[in-house]
Structure formats: C-alpha cells, structure tokens
C-alpha cells in the first residue's frame, strides 16, 4: 500500500487530497494543526491516520513525522496563508508579511526536511503546493505577501530538487489551478476533485531532476 503525507488536510485542496488518495487505496498520514475540530477530516473512510502539525512551530512537525515509520511515496507540502491583511505597498502590515513567509514558505521546506528520510526510504516525490501568483513572469502586481511567498517557495522547491535529485527523489512545485476553497472563494474557476485529480496524475508522472518545471494541475507549464 503506498503511503502520501499530506499537510493542511482538514479543509480545501488538502481535504480532497486526503479523499483522493485515500479511495485510491493509499495509506494517507493527514496532518493539520487542529485534529479535534477537523470533523470532515475524520469522516473519510479508508487508511486514513490524522496528526496534529503546525508548520510553523517546526518542533511540532519533527515530533509528528518522528511518530511515522512508514516509507512515504509522496509528501504534499500544501498548507497555506494567503495574508491578505498584509496590506499592500506604502502600507504593509510587516508581521502579517512574516507569518505568510513563515508558513508558505520556511513551513513547507521545514516539512521536506522533516520527512526527507520517510521520502528517501521509498525514492518518492515530494510536491509543494504553491501558486501562480508566484510567477514572477506572469505577475500582474498586488498581492505582496502571498506572491513573494510563493517565489520564494518556487526557488525553495528547486534547491531541494537539486539536494535530493541524488537520492533519487523527485522534487516540484505545483500550481493547483483557481480552486473554490476558503482562499479561493466563490468565484474560482475549478472545485477540489478537478484540482487535485489533475495534480494527483502530475505526481504520478514527476521524474526525478535537478531542474524541474513549474506545472499547473492541468498540465500547463507556467513561467518562473
Ligand atoms: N484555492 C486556490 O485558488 C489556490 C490557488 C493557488 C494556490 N493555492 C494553494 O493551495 C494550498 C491549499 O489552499 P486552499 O485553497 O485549500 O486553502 P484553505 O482552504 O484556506 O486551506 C488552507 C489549509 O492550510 C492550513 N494551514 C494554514 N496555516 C497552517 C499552519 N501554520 N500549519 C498547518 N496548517 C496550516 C489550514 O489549516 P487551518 O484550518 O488550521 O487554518 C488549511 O487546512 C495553499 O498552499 C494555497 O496557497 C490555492
């Protein structure tokens, strides 16, 4: 039974991951910060076994990924802030910025290399959920906080990617389309179970490289 770890799985894009994989046959190791109050988490039958992690209180994910012996074929790094009360410039909330930072960011390579080993022991893949507001190329302006954030994670994915190519460990960033979520709202163009059967077969197709591509959950390649 392969075995996924995913991040940010009690609501949104890490909900229907935990769903997906889940009814495919996989073990799903579903981390999110607060297991008492994730109901719809505890509701999806299958191998489902839930940790509690806040991906910005590091000791928290080493304690978890400490607890799981498993072999892991696939780490989902998805949990994610939009900080939209960081403002915007010539009025920028700094601590907000911060947080959004400390989470999309030193959150999801703090949990790489908390479950690298688990990663490793399988030679499995290891995706980072970011955005196209990441694109420096495609970026239209707005939005300090959470595109910085995901440039920076873009980057982020690429060193790994590199430090782990020998490991035989494939490593990329994914843009998960405009998803009716809490962050996405009402108006996205697509729901969970289109974003994440996309992004589900992108993972099934990563190759190992030290040089990955920047795909969206249909196959499009998006700029840097
Ligand atoms: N929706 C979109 O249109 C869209 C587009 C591009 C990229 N994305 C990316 O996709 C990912 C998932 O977004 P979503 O749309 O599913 O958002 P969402 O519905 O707002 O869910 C965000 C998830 O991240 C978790 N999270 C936030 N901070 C955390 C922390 N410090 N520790 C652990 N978990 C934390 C949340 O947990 P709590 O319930 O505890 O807050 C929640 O489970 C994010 O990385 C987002 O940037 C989304």
């Not at 009690?10 to 991951?17: D, K, P, S, T, V």
Request: charged fraction near 20%.
């Amino acid at each position: 039974m392969p075995t996924v770890v995913v991040t940010g799985a009690n609501r949104g894009i890490g909900l229907e991951c935990v769903k997906q994989y889940a009814a495919d046959g996989w073990k799903v190791h579903a981390l999110c910060r607060r297991p008492e109050k994730a109901a719809e988490l505890e509701a999806v039958s299958g191998a489902v076994e839930i940790h509690a992690a806040d991906v910005m209180q590091h000791a928290s994910i080493n304690e978890t990924a400490n607890g799981i012996t498993d072999p892991v074929d696939v780490l989902i790094a998805n949990a994610g802030v939009h900080g939209k009360a960081a403002g915007e410039f010539g009025a920028l909330e700094y601590d907000v910025w911060r947080s959004v930072i400390e989470t999309n960011v030193f959150g999801a390579v703090a949990t790489a290399e908390a479950f690298a080993q688990h990663v490793k022991k399988a030679k499995g893949k290891i995706a980072f959920i970011s955005s196209k507001m990441g694109s420096i190329g495609d970026a239209s302006g707005g939005g300090m906080a959470y595109r910085t954030s995901k440039t920076a994670l873009n980057m982020a994915a690429k060193v790994i990617a590199a430090a782990l190519a020998g490991d035989d460990i494939a490593v990329a960033p994914f843009h998960p389309g405009w998803v009716e979520t809490d962050m996405g709202g009402p108006n996205a163009l697509i729901d969970t179970g289109e974003s994440v059967s996309g992004l589900r077969n992108l993972i099934g197709e990563m190759t190992v490289t030290a040089s990955p591509k920047f795909l969206s959950y249909d196959g499009a390649e998006i700029e840097w």
